[in-house]
């Protein structure tokens, strides 16, 4: 529309060109209500992307405690303040015994971020290691951590290829965990040390590998022996998407040292945070001076306590188990008809589907961008992941229901033809 357009030269005009938005068309949104986005026209879009707002959009049980607690009091954070103490406590409830405290920030970069600087203390040496394709977020020191933004890599940060169950079968742990040994060697080596390992426990980035369970969990041994902490990035695969537990490095039977949360935490409020070993936060807090003036904020608490108090009371990790099984068979279905899809796969609500060459086998990269902008126009949003960018990425919010999958599977049938 001409309104649309002339928001588009505006914001051209007025935002940096590096800030990318989704799609050829932009979709320019005014509300959100559940699994629905909606347009300046009224358009309706399903919303089949976003890890933002887990109990849906605009859930007014978290939009309620954001003002009741806004209208009371927000500050600064160094105050004696209950939300923020009742939010760990409950928080911390989900996770085992070994994994104690809380340090709260704003961002899933940030998290990460704190969770090296706190790796880095605790070893006293400055070497990590990294998945190939991985994303560990936008701040100096965690871009140097995400290779898929084609940034340069420091020779701090070592690249292992991550495990691909569909080349490499039962062998590709061992394989993932005999290069994580031989690049921690080589950190010892060059006098830069080995700080620790992050991963995000679902390989997002790297395509989507959730299978098998206990992929990761060899590479993970391998990093403690080689003297370093095992960071698990649950700041995707966090917040009980992957439909069987809250967390992805439970999947894994991951031993985490740290673990870092984000996106679905605030359902769009920016709240993220730290989980780790209470020894390991001592040594920090012993050594090094550290405060957020925002992290965990009174408001941000009562929103993360509203978005874990909908979780639990609707059951939404079962339910995102019970919908992406559902989903999951349905675009398995799909791929039975369209040769062009070359796998179905993924946990709860965050599924992959690659698209490749049915006779080369090759990514069909260029196809996948097409399918989303085709998606797109049909009103039903997702995106497109992986190293070649041809893995359709499908991470509703949890409330999805069993009449909104199959009209994704529509969509997508649609589109492919
Ligand atoms: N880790 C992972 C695995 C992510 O996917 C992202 C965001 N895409 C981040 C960290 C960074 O989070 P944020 O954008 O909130 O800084």
Known sequence: TAAADDLLCRRRRALAASYRLFYDEPVHLVRGDGCWLFDADGERYLDAYNNVAVVGHARAEVVDAMYAQAARLNTHTRYLSEPVVEYAERLLAHFPAHLAQAIFTCTGSEANDLACRIATSWTGRAGFIVTKNAYHGTTTATAALSPSLHADTPASVRTVAAPNPREEGAEAAGRFAADVTAAAERLHADGVGFAGLIVDTILSSEGVWAEPRGLLAPAADAAHAAGGLVIADEVQAGFGRLGDGMWGFARHDLRPDLVTLGKPMGNGHPISGVIGRRDVFDAFGSRERYFNTFGGNPVSAAVGLAVLDVIERD???????????????????????????????????????????????????????????????????????????????????????????????????????
């Open 315 to 417: 059951g939404l990790v079962a339910h995102a188990g019970a919908t992406g099984a559902h989903m999951r068979a349905e675009l398995t279905d799909l791929a039975s008809r369209h040769p062009g899809i070359g796998d179905v796969r993924g946990s709860g609500l965050f599924l992959a589907v690659e698209l490749a060459d049915p006779e080369t086998g090759a990514p069909a990269s260029e196809r996948t961008a097409r399918v989303v902008n085709e998606m797109r126009r049909e009103r039903v949003l997702i995106s497109a992941t992986g190293p070649s960018g041809n893995v359709l990425k499908i991470r509703p919010p949890l409330v999805f229901d069993a009449e909104q999958s199959v009209l994704l599977s529509r969509a997508l049938d649609d589109a492919l033809t």
